[in-house]
């Protein structure tokens, strides 16, 4: 979440800057008049209570006086009773403010970077570059979609997963399941390599830190929960949506200093249906944007190594979740490939994660950025490999991925036949019929020619 300092003119917030982020979000700007507005009113009853506060000590000094000099104190007992209850009510309207303030607070978005394309259509994302193997064209070719080839090389079961799961259910069976693990594990290697630190977290996470790290709206409709008992709400442990959620609470109040940073995790999600390895990172607030560019690199020199085209977009900024100040995406065939992004303090701030020597000049808290970028959702790019890496008789292996199979293949043949009712044999069927029409009329108008002639 963004500093409540922001929101304090008096204090070197800039309100102008807060809309402008709102703006260019196409979030409502009111709401940093209404933040500013429960911040004031929050500030008068805490002080209201202080200054009851002032007064029972007043009392007490008095009660105090009068025992000392044996008289009755009953009137200043009572007074001092009733000026507690008074203190009572403020300190829980404060607090109870604190937190509407604090709820407010959380759905204001991160500042949006001055290079982010301002629009609210993902049609108006930014192509920032392209890549393709050296000598290859880019187009939809006539090939296998990438279930077929699965299909053909025995390496999935939809219909099983279908039966489980329900609609676009399947299993990874044999090669295909080893060749989406060659990805996984080529992943962790690769960063490994880079100095990432693999971490597999945990896949629950406790409410208070759940709270931390998604979204107020997400509780109710998009978390899966588990209670271990009905009367303690702080037993109940979120299923997480990412395993950037329990990865960033790691270091959840801690203080790191410049020794620490930066710290490279490397991690392995396998939520929602497809598995992705992670690259997470804390680092120098000064360092967080040379940070983003470093590991979007990482990710498309992942993908160069696997030789399949992407191009690389900029996000556009009604399209930004509330954490990112700036997203790259990565997209291949299937669209999304790699999602990059620099979250500054947004998250770290949430978690009190301090950064930095302590100094009595500061007049802020100083916080380390943080920031994420998935190296290779594997499902997808085993998509992008099968159809980019099959042949009339089977697929070739990418050559980074064979030591991490079984016999380090080369090329896996193809074993079982299409149904006649895939995908391209529909299309072959739909243009075979329509060249066949073409051929007969072709025919007919002959004959009509010739018929004309005698």
């Given at each position: 979440m963004l500093d409540l300092l922001d929101f304090q003119e008096e204090k070197g917030g800039d309100l102008k800057k807060l809309r402008e982020s709102q703006k260019r979000r196409y979030a409502p700007q009111p709401i940093i008049d209404d933040i500013v507005a429960l911040f004031e009113d929050h500030k008068k009853t805490k002080y209201a209570a202080t200054q009851i506060?002032?007064?029972?000590?007043?009392?007490?000094?008095?009660?105090?006086?009068?025992?000392?000099?044996?008289?009755?104190?009953?009137?200043?007992?009572?007074?001092?009773?009733?000026?507690?209850?008074?203190?009572?009510?403020?300190?829980?309207?404060?607090?109870?403010?604190?937190?509407?303030?604090?709820?407010?607070?959380?759905?204001?978005?991160?500042?949006?970077?001055?290079?982010?394309?301002?629009?609210?259509?993902?049609?108006?994302?930014?192509i920032v570059r392209t890549w393709k193997p050296?000598?290859?064209?880019?187009?939809?070719?006539?090939?296998?979609?990438?279930?077929?080839?699965?299909?053909?090389?025995?390496?999935?079961?939809?219909?099983?997963?279908?039966?489980?799961?329900?609609?676009?259910?399947?299993?990874?069976?044999?090669?295909?399941?080893?060749?989406?693990?060659?990805?996984?594990?080529?992943?962790?290697?690769?960063?490994?390599?880079?100095?990432?630190?693999?971490?597999?977290?945990?896949?629950?996470?406790?409410?208070?830190?759940?709270?931390?790290?998604?979204?107020?709206?997400?509780?109710?409709?998009?978390l899966y929960k588990v209670v271990e008992s009905e009367e303690e709400s702080q037993s109940e442990k979120f299923l997480i949506a990412t395993s950037e959620q329990p990865i960033s609470a790691l270091h959840d109040g801690e203080w790191l200093q410049d020794a620490d940073l930066p710290i490279k995790l490397v991690h392995r999600g396998s939520i929602g249906g497809f598995e992705k390895i992670e690259?997470?990172?804390?680092?120098?607030?000064?360092?967080?944007?040379?940070?983003?560019?470093?590991?979007?690199?990482?990710?498309?020199?992942?993908?160069?190594?696997?030789?399949?085209?992407?191009?690389?977009?900029?996000?556009?900024?009604?399209?930004l979740n509330n954490a990112a100040a700036k997203k790259y995406d990565l997209e291949g065939e299937y669209k999304e490939l790699v999602s990059c992004s620099n979250c500054?303090?947004?998250?770290?701030?949430?978690?009190?994660?301090?950064?930095?020597?302590?100094?009595?000049?500061?007049?802020?808290?100083?916080?380390?950025?943080?920031?994420?970028?998935?190296?290779?959702?594997?499902?997808?790019?085993?998509?992008c490999v099968l159809e980019n890496y099959q042949e009339a008789e089977g697929v070739r292996v990418p050559n980074v991925l064979r030591k991490y199979i079984p016999g380090a293949p080369e090329f896996i043949p193809y074993t079982k036949e299409l149904p006649k009712d895939s995908t391209s044999q529909k299309l072959r069927g739909k243009g075979d019929g329509g060249a066949k029409q073409k051929v007969e009329a072709a025919i007919n108008q002959a004959a009509d020619k010739l018929a004309a002639l005698k």
């Open positions: 506060g002032s007064k029972i000590n007043g009392k007490q000094k008095e009660i105090g006086q009068k025992k000392k000099a044996k008289e009755d104190a009953a009137d200043l007992m009572k007074e001092k009773v009733d000026l507690e209850k008074e203190k009572k009510v403020l300190e829980d309207s404060a607090a109870e403010k604190e937190e509407i303030l604090t709820r407010k607070l959380k759905t204001i978005g991160n500042y949006v970077h001055d290079s982010v394309p301002v629009s609210n259509d993902e049609e108006n994302n930014a050296e000598g290859s064209t880019v187009e939809k070719r006539d090939c296998l979609s990438h279930h077929e080839v699965l299909t053909r090389i025995d390496g999935y079961d939809p219909e099983r997963g279908v039966k489980v799961v329900g609609h676009r259910g399947y299993c990874l069976t044999g090669i295909g399941l080893f060749l989406n693990l060659a990805l996984v594990n080529y992943g962790l290697e690769f960063l490994w390599r880079k100095g990432y630190k693999p971490n597999q977290p945990p896949h629950l996470m406790l409410r208070e830190q759940m709270a931390k790290t998604a979204q107020l709206e997400q509780f109710d409709e998009e690259q997470f990172l804390f680092t120098k607030p000064e360092d967080s944007w040379k940070a983003f560019d470093d590991m979007i690199a990482v990710s498309e020199e992942f993908y160069q190594s696997l030789q399949l085209p992407y191009q690389v977009v900029s996000i556009v900024s009604g399209a500054t303090d947004y998250q770290s701030r949430e978690l009190n994660i301090r950064y930095g020597a302590k100094s009595q000049t500061d007049s802020r808290k100083k916080h380390p950025h943080a920031l994420n970028a998935t190296l290779c959702a594997t499902e997808r790019a085993l998509c």
